[in-house]
């Protein structure tokens, strides 16, 4: 497939902006990204400005007007605009006018441009908590009980849909546990590993809501852009994949694997499980993607934890020199 023009929506997270950068390597012409900047960073998109052909559209995909100018020529979406999972509990319209009517918007104004494949981010939530363990794609998405991953399963719907209506090619993406650096630091939903960075920096211990024993499924930023690039790549259309590490790390693991790299011998405290997502187990099974993708997670768990940590700390020391 010749790709000239791309289009990533969602583009300054995150995600978006490590497929940019794929992009970017790769010599793509044109890369269009757009963002509402709720999530997204411009900074996160630096590299990628400074060295390719990329054009920053402040935007947002409920904007079907926008939608359908920035979409003129394009060949190729990476759909990855969303909103957290927390988010979509403490507003749900707007998770559905966002994940829902928004998903639809983009891949209506896909069929109007003639685009030739649209690679979609999903979601290990789909599955709730899972009856099979490591789980494959053919498990069903009935035990879920979150807005999102009820939006998630409705998106995968409609590219089904919109595959066999108008035969727009697409792959959707199942992430699992996706962490590194550019993971929100300052925003009201972080993520419970930036959450444990600020407490053991400040000499408390990491929190946990629970016993600990959740597990998940931990693949990093690198792995989840790289996957993403192949996807669009593989001569592959309505299909779906687990994009995960396939090694299964409890909370209690993590804490004490995060608290080692930053040097600290802190133990965690526990609190009262969250409401939000109280999934116990996660455990993907990853050889789809590798079979049909050739996608194997290559980062493992110490080493993104050391990466995600001299990024988070040279943040923050670039923050406190602006400020000094």
Not at 36 to 54: A, C, H, K, P, Y
Not at 135 to 158: Q, S, V
Not at 264 to 290: F, I, M, T, W
């Amino acid at each position: 497939m010749q790709v000239d023009k791309v289009l990533i929506t969602g583009g300054a997270g995150l995600v978006g902006s490590h497929i940019a950068d794929l992009l970017v390597e790769q010599g793509v012409a044109e890369i269009v990204v757009l963002d509402n900047f709720t999530r997204g960073d411009r900074q996160n998109l630096r590299s990628s400005l400074e060295r390719g052909s990329v054009k920053i559209v402040e935007g947002d995909i409920r904007d079907r007007q926008l939608l359908a100018d920035v979409m003129q020529g394009v060949d190729l979406v990476f759909h990855q605009a969303a909103i957290r999972i927390t988010q979509c509990a403490q507003e749900p319209r707007l998770a559905m006018e966002v994940l829902a009517n928004g998903t639809f918007n983009v891949l209506e104004a896909a069929v109007n441009a003639g685009v030739k494949k649209v690679v979609a981010a999903s979601s290990a939530s789909i599955y709730g908590m899972a009856e099979a363990f490591p789980t494959t794609e053919a498990h069903h998405p009935y035990n879920n009980r979150t807005i999102y991953g009820a939006a998630k399963t409705f998106n995968e719907g409609l590219l089904r849909s919109f595959y066999d209506m108008y035969g727009l090619d697409y792959v959707a993406l199942r992430y699992f546990n996706v962490y590194g650096p550019r993971m929100d630091i300052y925003g009201v939903y972080t993520e419970v590993l930036i959450r444990w960075m600020e407490r053991i920096a400040a000499g408390q211990p990491p929190l946990i809501f629970g016993d600990g024993e959740q597990t998940m499924d931990f693949v990093y930023i690198e792995d989840i852009a790289r996957a993403n690039i192949l996807a669009a790549q593989a001569n592959v259309t309505d299909e779906v994949f687990n994009i995960a590490s396939g090694v299964e790390s409890s909370l209690n693991d993590l804490a004490y694997s995060l608290a080692r790299v930053m040097g600290s011998d802190l133990q965690p405290e526990y609190g009262a499980e969250r409401k939000v997502n109280p999934v116990q187990r996660r455990l993907a099974d990853p050889s789809k993607a590798r079979e049909l993708l050739g996608f194997e997670a290559k980062v493992s768990l110490e080493e993104g934890l050391h990466q995600l940590v001299k990024w988070w700390r040279d943040e923050k020391q670039a923050k406190e020199i602006c400020h000094v």
